[in-house]
């Protein structure tokens, strides 16, 4: 089945500090992938997105290459901010095997930014 | 819009009683869906609804069941709650399940206690 694997946290930088949350998936027909975030107290948001092999999303500043051949989609910040403290979830959306109703999610990484 | 809306936003329940648990999206979508959150846990699926008049089982559908009121409403109902159904509870809606592009909008989540 389907699966979605991202780093584990907690992952704590300083401000301006470069952001990396690496993550891979396993899925058996051709996904969509999709970088949420979580801010505190609240519920999902989009954060960014890629449909095909080699599209890139980006998105206030992060960014993540869909890549097929080694099937990662890991999620960069040049430059973090405090406000981009939060929980990142990696997921994946497939269209085969008929689960293509349903996103999978990785456990999220947990981000904190200090000033 | 208000987007996806849940009530209420924080319950606690004693081992046994019953509730209801409502989401009410007002984006047109097709689809909408249950999840709950826990710690390390990521998020995982309950119930979806693909569709209006239809309902399917998700990875944790034990304890729970749905209803599809109308196209814009999808509850949640657990009949007898167990310490184990503490969590939080999501629901999210997409515009169209079943194409590979689906991307989901969650609402502000359900805060549930069980004692």
């Known amino acids: 089945g389907d699966s979605v694997t991202q780093m584990e946290g907690p992952v704590t930088l300083s401000e301006e500090a470069f952001l990396t949350i690496n993550c891979t998936y396993t899925?058996?027909?051709?996904?969509?992938l999709f970088w949420y975030v979580q801010y505190p107290g609240e519920g999902l948001q989009l954060l960014l997105k890629?449909?095909?092999?080699?599209d890139k999303g980006s998105n206030k500043g992060f960014e993540a290459t869909y890549r097929k051949e080694t099937t990662s989609f890991h999620l960069e910040k040049g430059s973090v901010q405090v406000s981009d403290s939060a929980v990142y979830f990696c997921?994946?959306?497939?269209?085969?095997?008929?689960?293509?109703?349903?996103?999978?999610f990785g456990k999220g990484t947990l981000l904190t930014v200090n000033p | 819009n208000a987007g996806v809306t849940q009530t209420p936003k924080f319950q606690v329940l004693k081992t046994g009683q019953s509730m209801t648990l409502q989401c009410a999206q007002d984006?047109?979508?097709?689809?909408m869906y249950w999840y709950r959150q826990d710690p390390g846990m990521g998020l995982r699926l309950i119930y979806y609804?693909?569709?209006?008049?239809?309902?399917d089982k998700g990875e944790v559908p034990n304890g729970y069941n749905v209803s599809r009121l109308n196209k814009r409403e999808f509850s949640l109902r657990l009949e007898s709650a167990a310490p184990s159904q503490t969590s939080v509870y999501f629901c999210?809606?997409?515009?169209?399940?079943?194409?590979?592009?689906?991307?989901?909008?969650f609402g502000p989540g359900t805060r549930l206690t069980v004692l």
């Open positions: 999210a809606s997409s515009l169209m399940g079943g194409h590979s592009y689906n991307e989901q909008f």
């Open positions: 899925a058996t027909g051709y996904p969509s």
């Open positions: 890629a449909t095909k092999a080699d």
């Open positions: 997921a994946l959306s497939d269209r085969s095997g008929g689960s293509n109703y349903k996103l999978t």
């Open positions: 984006m047109n979508h097709n689809s």
């Open positions: 609804s693909a569709s209006e008049g239809t309902t």
